[in-house]
């Protein structure tokens, strides 16, 4: 099964300051079709998570342009711009190439 | 829109079972997979099992196989997950989410299952 790796697990930011994620997977999440399934997660407390990001760098309808997500092979990220209040949760990778799908461990993004 | 909505959840003791469904809405039900994610109290996501769209693929986690069951009723717009001899460490909120090409775009609220004497 593919392991995925985050750091930091934790990570207290100012706001208007930029943030960044790391992401690692222990396999190659190049599918044989050409593409690379890994999606971004957010979960703000209390609620379920949301995507944000799929196939790497696709972002969902409705998230703001500060998020982007970039990578290939094994290596991935999240960046964001410029953190809000609103974007205080846990943000999760998860890969969908390989079944079972799995999920990185989180990241809790706080404000300092 | 699209709407998965969870329930069946609640306080069961240990070695009990118990049958969570997810309802689907908004959507064409029998086209997509759906998932079962779990998440204990404080931790992370836990991927538990999928089902295909016709039913006819099904996958679990390691650690549930044996004792979960997914299954769908298309009819129904409905996927099910029972869940038998319950442990403590099965206590989390289940969440039901439906999968679009190696992604899961639309997640339910989740349903909170706690096991416990």
């Known amino acids: 099964d593919v392991v995925m790796t985050q750091s930091p697990l934790s990570l207290p930011v100012t706001l208007g300051q930029p943030a960044s994620i790391s992401c690692k997977s222990s396999?190659?999440?190049?599918?044989?079709?050409?593409?690379?399934?890994l999606n971004w997660y957010q979960q703000r407390p209390g609620q379920s998570p949301r995507r944000l990001i799929y196939?790497?760098?696709d972002r969902d309808s409705g998230v703001p342009d500060r998020f982007s997500g970039s990578g290939s092979g094994t290596d991935f990220t999240l960046d964001i711009s410029r953190v809000e209040a609103g974007d205080i949760g846990v943000y999760y990778c998860?890969?969908?190439?390989?079944?079972?799908?799995?999920f990185g461990p989180g990241t809790k993004l706080e404000i300092k | 829109q699209v709407q998965l909505v969870e329930s069946g959840g609640g306080v069961v003791q240990p070695e009990r079972s118990l049958r969570l469904s997810c309802a689907g809405s908004?959507?064409?039900?029998?086209?997509?997979?759906i998932h079962w994610v779990r998440q204990a109290p404080g931790k992370g996501l836990e991927w538990v099992a999928l089902i295909w769209s016709d039913g006819s693929r099904i996958h679990y986690v390691d650690s549930v196989k044996g004792r979960f069951t997914i299954s769908r009723d298309n009819s129904k717009n409905t996927v099910y997950l029972e869940i038998n001899s319950l442990r403590v460490e099965d206590t989390a909120v289940y969440y039901c989410?439906?999968?679009?090409?190696?992604?899961?775009?639309?997640w339910g609220q989740g349903i909170l299952v706690t096991v416990s004497s």
């Open positions: 908004g959507f064409s039900f029998t086209s997509y997979h």
């Open positions: 396999q190659s999440l190049l599918h044989g079709d050409g593409n690379t399934y």
């Open positions: 989410a439906r999968d679009f090409r190696g992604s899961l775009d639309h």
């Open positions: 998860m890969q969908g190439t390989h079944w079972p799908y799995s």
């Open positions: 196939k790497v760098s």
